[in-house]
């Protein structure tokens, strides 16, 4: 019986995970922004060419064997080639050369003009994210000059539509790569460096990121979702996450504020408006506002959030999240309060 639940629990865990998924894009050759249209373009430059190339290979080679002459074990051995010169072969294969260098070359000009392209996006009126990676969650900071206006969240970004935005990429613990394919290429976040990542979503819509670099036991489990909005959405949205925590307006959500304050779940994170001030792991001001937890694992509901804080190694094994043991009463009220964090 423990054996099958061993078994059954991870693969529950990555329906899970695909069900979240398929709520989202995420595919390279559907670019929703102007730098995933620069290296799609890119890609199908040289995809034609080397289909090009490949078709030319394989014409070439099957002209050769139905040319071949066909000879038996009696057949004495034909050494022309060693006293006559097969200038028609020389010329075939200095053509093919010079092709090919030809070919190689505007591959690296089309490569020189995409990088030159993704540079040059506009900068004007810039959203700026502070996105730091983690063993096995991304922590997302938005910055500002007015400090009143920063807020943090976890696993979830979300952008103006038309506007560029300007991540910052760090790491925390080991080597992560950014990879949100529909609008940019990837990015790696190294240890005691900083990098900068910058993109433009030009059509609404939710896309999958995904660290695309093993960071671990649980890299595959490090997924983000990128929610493109309208101005106004974003903008209403954003002011939404700079408030504090609502206070709980009921005995059993005060309960739950109480349960959440009394056991570990202080020591690592955050709720902006209560004592909780930890930043282990992530903020959980507005929780119950995101669509997944656990970095895209599972979808943010009573259940798997139920699941994930009485044991979390059950859905996700080696994640540092320790198990939070509750009794029912208990893990009830601070289910309802975490269901509060809007």
Request: proline share 8%; glycine share 6%; with cysteine.
């Amino acid at each position: 019986m423990r054996v099958a639940v061993t078994l059954v629990t991870p693969t529950l865990a990555l329906l899970s995970a695909a069900n979240v998924r398929a709520q989202s894009i995420q595919d390279a050759l559907r670019p929703a922004g102007i730098q995933a249209s620069h290296i799609g373009d890119l890609w199908n430059l040289t995809l034609g060419l080397c289909t090009l190339v490949f078709i030319a290979v394989l014409a070439m080679f099957l002209w050769a064997v139905w040319r071949a002459p066909r000879s038996g074990a009696a057949t004495p051995p034909d050494t022309s080639s060693i006293t006559v010169p097969e200038r028609r072969i020389h010329r075939g294969v200095l053509w093919s050369v010079v092709l090919a260098t030809v070919g190689l070359f505007v591959l690296l000009i089309a490569d020189v003009r995409t990088s030159r392209a993704l540079a040059g996006l506009p900068l004007s009126d810039a959203v700026h994210i502070d996105l730091i990676g983690h063993q096995w969650w991304w922590e997302v900071r938005y910055t500002d000059p007015q400090p009143s206006r920063m807020f943090t969240t976890a696993n979830e970004l979300h952008i103006p539509v038309g506007r560029p935005v300007i991540i910052s990429l760090q790491s925390n613990d080991v080597i992560h790569t950014l990879w949100v394919p529909n609008l940019h290429g990837k990015k790696d976040l190294i240890p005691g460096r900083t990098a900068l990542i910058q993109l433009r979503a030009d059509r609404p819509g939710a896309y999958r990121g995904q660290c695309a670099e093993f960071c671990g036991l649980e890299h595959a489990l490090m997924a983000m979702l990128v929610t493109a909005q309208p101005p106004n959405e974003y903008e209403a949205w954003a002011e939404a996450q700079r408030q504090p925590a609502p206070q709980p307006s009921g005995q059993l959500e005060m309960r739950g504020l109480q349960v959440f304050q009394s056991t570990t779940c202080v020591m690592c994170h955050a709720i902006q408006g209560t004592s909780a001030n930890a930043r282990t792991g992530p903020d959980l001001t507005h929780l119950a506002s995101r669509q997944t937890i656990a970095a895209g694992s599972l979808p943010n509901t009573r259940g798997h959030l139920a699941a994930w804080i009485l044991d979390p190694q059950k859905s996700k094994p080696g994640v540092n999240m320790p198990a939070t043991p509750l009794s029912p009463a208990d893990l009830q009220a601070l289910l309802a309060y975490l269901e509060t964090l809007k």
